[in-house]
């Protein structure tokens, strides 16, 4: 059984920074990708970075520049730093993974997010 949890959330002023983890468990034969996508309040939930196992790397326009998504395969985790935080940066994070149980056999999974919350 796969899982996927996040931390490192929480409460910061405007220009600070904050690390998020996602670590995936389980039964694992390999991780196609571990993105972060957020939910802000009254929004949609949105892309915020993705990276795949292969090294391919992509960031919502709103955060290039700020925010940058790193891999631990060893680990089976995913990171992502903010820096320069701005309230507009305020939502729920959530961890979403292509995980290979074998060679052929995948699935997608979403962790239950973490908050983080920008305000003066």
């Known amino acids: 059984q796969v899982r996927i949890v996040e931390s490192g959330g929480g409460s910061v002023q405007p220009g600070e920074s904050l690390t998020l983890s996602c670590t995936a468990s389980g039964s694992i034969y390999s991780i196609y990708t571990l993105d972060w996508y957020r939910r802000a309040p009254g929004k949609r939930r949105e892309l915020v970075a993705s990276l795949t196992k292969g090294g391919e790397i992509k960031y919502a326009d709103s955060v290039k520049g700020r925010f940058t998504v790193s891999r631990d395969n060893a680990k089976n985790a995913s990171y992502l730093q903010m820096n320069n935080l701005k309230p507009e940066d305020t939502a729920v994070y959530i961890c979403?993974?292509?995980?290979?149980?074998?060679?052929?056999?995948?699935?997608?999974?979403w962790g239950e997010g973490t908050q983080v919350t920008v305000s003066s």
């Open positions: 979403y993974g292509i995980i290979y149980f074998d060679s052929v056999s995948l699935n997608e999974f």
